[in-house]
Each structure stands twice: as C-alpha cells, then as structure tokens.
C-alpha cells in the first residue's frame, strides 16, 4: 500500500510541489522580480491575443510586432508619466501619508473618531491601517530598488514573449530527459497557475483600475486634495479583495472630515456604497466567470495568514494563490451554495 503511494502520481506531484515552494522560499527578494515577470507576461500576452484576434480579421500581421508595439508604448508612457508627474506623485503621495498618520496621531476631539483610532492601533491584521501605509510607503519610496526589478521584469517578459515558440520546445525536452516526471509535473503546475492565479490577477487589475478612475472622478466632484496620490492608493487597496473596500475608507474619511466634517465623510460613505455595488453587481459577474466565489469569512481568513506569511505582497497574491491550490485539489468553481 505505502509502496503504491511513494509510486503514484499524486505523489510525485507533491514532491515537485514542495521542492517548487521550497526554491521560491529560498530566492527571497528575487520573488519579487518573479512575481512582477510573470504579471507582466501574463497581463501583456492576454492583451498581444486580443488585439491579434481583431486584426486578423482585417490583416495577417506577425505577434512579434504586435508585442514589440505594445511594450515601446507601454515603456513610453511610462517614461513620459515618471518625467512629468514622479515629483507630483510622490509630493502628493508623502502629504497623503503624513496627513494620514497625523490624523492617527492628533485625533480631532470627538469620542466617536478616537474611540474608532484607538480599536485600529490595536489591530494586527490586514487592516492595520497605519502598519500597512508605513509599509507600503517604505516600499515605494525605495525607488531605485523598485525601478530596477520593474525593469528587469519587463524586460524578461518581452524575452520570453518574443520567443515564446522556441522557449516551449526548448522547455519540452525536459519531460523526455532524466527526471522527466518532475518536468512534467512542473508543466502541469504551470497550466493550472496559468489557469487559476493568472486569470485572477488580471481580473483584480481590471477592477482595481476600474475602481481607482470611478473613485477619483467622485473625489474630484467632491473637492479632496491630492488626487494623483489618492488614485495610486486605491489603485493598490483594490487589488485586495473585499478587504480593499474596507481599508480606503478608512483614509478617505480622515481626509473628508479634515477638509469638510461630517457631511463630506457621509458623502465618501455614499460614494463607497455606490462603487462597491458597482463592483459587486456589474464588474465582479462580468470579469469574475472563472473565479471561484468564496465566502467573505474565508477570504479574511485567507488574507490575515497571507499577509503574515508575505507581507504586503500577501494581500495582493493571497486570494490567486489560494484559488490556485483549490484548482490543484479539483475543488469545483462556481457559487458556493449551501448542501441541500
């Protein structure tokens, strides 16, 4: 019986699992070039497939060029965005921060806000607000360091997409070399992450931008400061499920009510409202088909432990990595409904 096991599939699957979570482990900060190469790949090779799918019906024209279009515009408009706007954007985004902490720090005298203060200092969670501003802070503005692994992500993408034919029969002589079961199993990891973690990530994008242009476009209605530095913070706070919601409204309303009290709080509450039943009801069914729709319970569970595990990174990649082991176990996607 033990025989059989040590001899089985599955088996040999969990074997390469832990030796592939065991090298990833032991890269450290390289994750992270991994992480962003593989964001990029995935977001620019979905985008190089829908604009060859429209073009071929009016023109046969080669991918390579396709995708050596996409990223010269994708890298120049981010060098023109960091030539004009990086001296605004981290202006505003240091006074953002600050503003935010010394509402936490110098509380406006009402019992109602220092009581609410009091209960966050006292979180060790994912909405730990201050920890995870302090953080995220200190992550960008060690510019240079994030500079650097974004480039070379980038770089590495367009690589591996430019040559993605020949990288897949290069790779496809492992699964006949020695250890040939190990290789496959890597590639059959590689399908389903592809298939479930992927896919994920690229819906959290849609609707993290799709929220960040709604919210900024309220708070501009409505009067608030700092709007670049605002719309990059809820850019980020939306790529965390659910808990992103929670977590800008909590920085939202400390500005509200420094530069209009009560009213404007109530009209941040109304604006969250309406965003979140935009999302919840047109943009979460439209991008969220092949998501499995997990209990609001589990996933606040899922990121308490992701983010203790892998910081703030934990909170973005949390939710894609756990969807990933559902679809390694099998587990069915779809709405979860309760045992008849």
């Known amino acids: 019986m033990v025989k059989e096991y040590l ?9 390469t699992l832990i030796v592939l979570v065991l090298f990833l482990i032991s890269i450290g900060s390289m994750v992270n070039i991994v992480l962003f190469t593989f964001v990029f790949t995935f977001l620019m090779g979905r985008l190089e497939q829908f604009i060859m799918i429209r073009l071929n019906k009016v023109m046969h024209i080669n991918s390579k060029v396709v995708i050596s279009f996409l990223y ?51 979180l060790e969670s994912p909405l730990d607000l201050q920890k995870q501003m302090n953080t995220l802070y200190l992550y960008i503005s060690d510019f240079g360091k994030l ?3 974004i480039f070379i992500s980038m770089l590495l993408s367009l690589f591996f997409l430019l040559e993605k034919d020949k990288i897949i ?8 070399a020695k250890f040939k079961s190990f290789f496959i199993n890597l590639s059959h990891f590689g399908v389903k992450f592809i298939n479930s973690f992927g896919k994920v990530i690229e819906v959290q994008f849609l609707i993290a931008i799709t929220n960040a242009v709604l919210s900024v476009t309220f708070l501009w209605i409505l009067g608030f400061p700092q709007l670049l530095g605002l719309g990059i913070m809820i850019f980020f706070l939306g790529l965390i499920p659910v808990a992103g919601v929670i977590i800008s409204l909590i920085p939202l309303s400390m500005i509200a009510y420094s530069i209009g009290g009560m009213p404007k709080v109530i009209a941040v509450l109304i604006m969250i409202v309406v965003i979140h039943a935009i999302e919840s009801y047109i943009l979460n069914p439209k991008f969220m088909s092949a998501k499995t729709n997990l ?31 559902l679809d390694m176990l099998d587990i069915e996607e779809g709405n979860m409904e309760a045992p008849k």
């Open 147 to 149: 500079a650097f692994q």
């Open 169 to 176: 029969r290069f790779t496809s002589k492992f699964k006949r």
């Open 72 to 122: 010269a515009v994708v890298i120049s408009c981010l060098a023109i965005v960091l030539y004009k706007y990086l001296p605004v954007i981290t202006l505003q985004f240091t006074e953002l921060v600050t503003q935010i902490v010394f509402f936490f720090q110098h509380p406006p005298d009402s019992r109602v806000i220092q009581y609410a203060i009091n209960i966050m200092n006292e």
């Open 295 to 325: 209990p609001t319970f589990f996933t606040f569970i899922i990121l308490l432990f992701s983010e203790h595990f892998l910081g703030i990174w934990g909170l973005i990649i949390g939710i894609p990595i756990f969807i990933f082991l």
């Open 7 to 15: 001899q089985s599939e599955g088996f040999s699957r969990l074997i």
